[in-house]
């Protein structure tokens, strides 16, 4: 029995594909984000979904529909949504003509109204567009970055419309809003065992009062920068709505364990373990996929600190500098006495600017000579691996 986890090359995004073993012994698939839009890399333009996904899909089953467990989108960023919309368009417009390539058991989203509370919007979604709606529900966010922000929106609201028409509304057997509170029990899906970390419901209240603070500001230009601010921070912490409403799960199955862990902070991380009540830290994980594609940002020393895996998973292609050269350095400082892996999705990562390692001030701009300058400054039993050129992805695979 065995359990496999994949990171696919969805450049600067998140596409996970989590196989393992169900009670009946036939293997169970979860689906958790789809990776960004196309993008043009060198002389040509890579669609995520069209020219990764889909044909990793179509190799695992290539003749009926692919039975899913469990699909999920952590939040509502283009480079975690855009593939499983695209997927979710499919399978509202199948046909016997035109048959759905995988069908979803169960679906796990939250979306934007579920996070900050009904919007007078919420009961004309079927008479306007997504873009509309989005526009409606941010009246005084445009242009420049605001319209990112309503374009992340939009397709949420059209993913929440699919499922909704594909009967996997409701995030069963959660039956809500997906978060973590007090309190909470496990869910036991196919098999596995899941425990929510995020986000959670404290931070979730607090986020619903900071969006009603900031709708009734006096000025179109105070609302727009209250707004704004909630999408956008500028800050040494990532406040961000859209990744701080990231969905964690800690998984439990077949005897491995798993986090993964979206654009969460991993500060938030630590405090809803803490509140769960769950086992004191180090806490043992065999994989660790790192939040936000191994930002300084989300990606504190308490968190580094609280979770020791074998393996750490870092998905990235250099663009926004992530992956930030001191979380992998940090990594290795803290766990690199144990015969940990570090697997990034890509080895072509170069950053704006050069980096010091902290223990030897060798200075590198590049994935590569980092990784080389780290195993001369911290020699042990540590080890990385990149995904080779052609492959889909990283895979992992834990033996029972």
Partial sequence: MTVVFEALNTLYGDCLLL????????????????????????????????????????????????????????????????????????????SPANPAELVFKRFWFNSFDAIVGPTPFTAHRASATPAALAGAILPQIGGGDGEAVIQSVGQGISLRADLETLHLGGNQPVNGLISAKEGQASYN??????????????????????????????????????????????????????????????????????????DARGDDIVKAWSELGLPPPPVALDILKLPHHGSSRNNPESFLDHFAATHYVFSANGKYDNPDPPVIEAVVKKHGMRPIVLHFTNADVM????????????????????????????????????????????AITLDA
């Fill in 19 to 94: 196989r393992y073993p169900g009670p009946d012994g036939n293997e169970r698939l979860w689906i958790v984000d789809g990776g960004p839009r196309s993008e043009r890399v060198g002389e040509a333009s890579i669609a995520v979904w069209r020219d990764v996904l889909l044909p990793r899909l179509r190799a695992l089953s290539p003749n009926h529909p692919l039975p899913v467990a469990l699909g999920m989108v952590s939040h509502i960023d283009d480079d975690h949504i855009n593939g499983i919309l695209r997927i979710t368009q499919g399978l509202v417009a199948a």
């Fill in 351 to 394: 950053w704006s600017a050069p980096y010091k390692l902290e223990k030897s001030g060798a200075a590198v701009q590049s994935l590569p000579a980092m990784l080389s300058a780290l195993q001369a400054a911290y020699p042990g039993p540590w080890s990385f691996r990149c995904r080779p050129h052609e492959a889909p992805g990283v």
């Fill in 189 to 262: 899906i196919d098999g596995a065992k899941v425990t929510v970390l995020g986000p959670r419901q404290k931070q979730l209240d607090e986020l619903r009062k900071d969006w009603l603070k900031a709708l009734s500001k006096p000025t179109k230009e105070a609302r727009e920068t209250a707004l704004l601010s909630l999408f956008l921070p500028e800050s040494k912490l990532d406040h961000a709505v859209a990744n701080l409403s990231s969905i964690v799960v800690w998984v439990e199955v077949a005897g491995k364990t798993l986090l993964l862990t979206g």
